[in-house]
């Protein structure tokens, strides 16, 4: 790894207020905005944003199969994001009796009718042998003592087919080993500190590089441009944009917005999952959430009541294992009935020493918030926890904007539906982070230079940072899991008059205010669009899945004058 070192520069310019409004179905972000002015400007032929699974996987797999050369940039250090917070595993048919036709049932069935079959189709096929690669790049997964993998069981899998490491710290594991790789490859060029701000668009409509803001040691603000001949956005999810989430700081949609406002298309935002078992902090349940990992129910724990009654069987064959979106829908229902703050999980046969050895992570976690699992109930509810839609991309990764790829979470490959199945994220970064490898590599063949595309004024604006707590809250009370036309429109008024609240100075906080707006102006006008409930998305105003009007996708755009445009497009017809 090359770590690199931009010259200072500073020169973004103040955005002008942003003018928003909203009619019956649409949201109009019309603003001004003046793009910053790039300090410095380096020159590669794939720039990789992000360095979770996704990220690192792409840019590695592209230094170890070709001479183009590839420069990371991540907002936070190189191992931080949202992958190391992963618990539970990775998804793949890799044990006796198992198989990728399998794991296409789960996750078809969880997906609820919206999934893209032959992205599934690659996704389980393709998927153990980028785990047993994984391994082989030093992935150290858990194993039994004949040296088997260790696989478990998650909600809606019909087979142990889970691989972990560390027992609950397998995200950890797997961005240690491959950030080892990366550190050593004297091919991948690294900036850390550095959020994406916009994509800059050649005159042939291709994405011929970004525009970045450099947070280093005496380089607060400084602007760059990155000339690239291939733009890969793996930034993760957007967490954030709801008050408590599993996701960590950095989860603020910045791929995605950013893609919105070079005008690519974003798909099925409205399917945000909730992960059932967070941790309750009582009044600390703001930002990112403990989470109790649904490996913890896949070795046997149950869900109980204030009572004490264990309300999952008889809700679903599976019950407590049960796709989370069934299970998070029982448990606020039962909160409701209740009224009680959350539910609790009973884990205490497992005993100190399981405990320790399968959870060390969550164990350690929960001791250090007063909460003895071995002797005590955990006290749950959900949180925001993973994005299912995101760019929309083909099978290849490449987005609808020639040049622009799109990975992991922040993408949308059709492989999660309406409804993610457990521990298939992982998998998909990694999956198609060989896809957008090879396809890169093939396109590009030999380094050669970018094109020299002019960086003009993107769409967008930068609202001010102290609108993020209000628009976190609204999202959460009015677009969770449980959702109606009325709580919708008042989340998408409340979001136009928070966006009047004036412009920020142009700064990480600002842009990621910025940034989540934007993602969550997509989707309330995509929520507020899909009258029905399927997957992910429940309302209370249309509690019957409908397929005759609403089997397929949610496109969204933003146009040049700042409107919001989502299209409906049925299975079958793209
Ligand atoms: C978990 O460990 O429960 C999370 C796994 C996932 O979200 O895939």
Same mark, same amino acid.
Do not use: M, P
């Given at each position: 790894m090359t770590r690199f070192a931009p010259t200072r520069a500073a020169n973004a310019r103040e955005s002008a207020p942003i003018a928003t409004g909203t009619d019956a179905n649409r949201i109009t972000l019309a603003t001004r905005l003046a793009a910053p002015e790039p300090g410095w400007d380096v020159e590669t032929d794939v720039v990789v944003v992000g360095s979770g699974i996704a990220g690192l996987t792409t840019a590695l797999h592209i230094s170890r199969q070709s001479a183009l050369r590839v420069l990371l940039v991540t907002?936070?250090?190189?191992?931080?994001? #949202?992958?190391?917070?992963?618990?539970g595993g990775i998804a793949a048919a890799l044990g006796a009796g198992d198989s990728p036709e399998e794991h296409f049932a789960d996750t078809m069935l969880a997906g609820a009718g919206v999934c893209d079959e032959t992205a599934v189709r690659a996704l389980v096929r393709e998927g153990p042998a980028a785990v047993r690669e994984l391994a082989q790049m030093g992935a150290r997964f858990d194993r039994s003592r004949d040296g088997q993998l260790s696989l478990t069981r998650e909600g809606g899998h019909r087979r142990d087919r889970i691989a972990h490491a560390g027992g609950d710290a397998t995200g950890a594991e797997i961005i240690r080993a491959l950030v080892t790789r990366v550190l050593d490859a004297t091919d991948v060029s690294v900036i850390e500190h550095a959020l994406v701000l916009d994509l800059i668009r050649a005159d042939d409509g291709s994405v011929a590089g970004l525009t970045l803001h450099v947070m280093g040691e005496g380089q607060r603000d400084g602007v760059g441009a990155v000339r690239a001949r291939a733009v890969v956005l793996a930034t993760g999810g957007f967490g954030q944009v709801y008050a408590s989430t599993t996701n960590p700081s950095v989860s603020t949609g910045d791929g995605v917005a950013a893609a919105l406002r070079a005008g690519a298309v974003v798909r099925d935002l409205e399917f945000v999952q909730f992960h059932p078992t967070v941790a309750w902090l009582g009044s600390? #349940?703001?930002g990112q959430q403990p989470l109790v990992s649904e490996a913890v129910r896949g070795e046997g724990a149950f869900l109980v009541d204030d009572a004490g009654e264990r309300f999952m069987p008889g809700q679903h064959e599976l019950a407590d294992l049960a796709p989370r979106d069934v299970v998070a829908k029982a448990i606020l229902r039962r909160m409701f009935e209740t009224g009680a703050e959350h539910v609790w999980l009973d884990a205490r046969d497992f005993g100190a020493e399981k405990w320790r050895v399968r959870f060390p992570t969550i164990y350690e976690t929960l001791l250090s918030l007063g909460i003895d699992p071995v002797r005590e109930l955990i006290p749950v509810v959900p949180a925001c926890h993973h994005a299912s839609g995101g760019v929309r991309t083909d099978l290849l990764g490449e #987005? #609808?904007?020639?040049g622009l790829f799109g990975c992991g979470e922040?993408?949308?490959?059709?492989?999660?539906?309406a409804n993610r199945l457990a521990s298939n994220s992982l998998l998909e970064g990694l999956v198609f982070g060989h896809r957008i490898a090879e396809t890169i590599i093939a396109r590009l063949g030999e380094p050669a230079p970018p094109p020299r595309a002019p960086v003009v004024a993107a769409r967008g604006a930068l609202l001010d940072e102290s609108a993020r707590p209000e628009l976190q809250q609204l999202m959460s009370r009015d677009v969770g899991v449980l959702r109606d036309e009325k709580g919708l429109t008042l989340a998408a008024e409340s979001l136009t008059e928070l966006s009047r609240r004036g412009t920020g100075v142009p700064g990480t906080e600002t842009w990621e205010t910025t940034n989540l707006l934007s993602v969550a102006a997509a989707l309330v006008q995509a929520a507020r669009m899909r009258d029905e409930t399927r997957g992910t998305h429940w309302r209370d105003d249309h509690p019957e899945r409908d397929d005759e009007h609403w089997r397929g996708h949610l496109d969204t755009t933003l146009a040049a004058d700042g409107t919001l445009t989502t299209t409906y497009v049925a299975i079958g017809s793209s």
């Open positions: 907002k936070d250090v190189i191992a931080a994001g #949202s992958t190391r917070w992963a618990q600390r #349940s703001r #987005s #609808s904007l020639r922040t993408a949308c490959t059709g492989v999660h539906g």
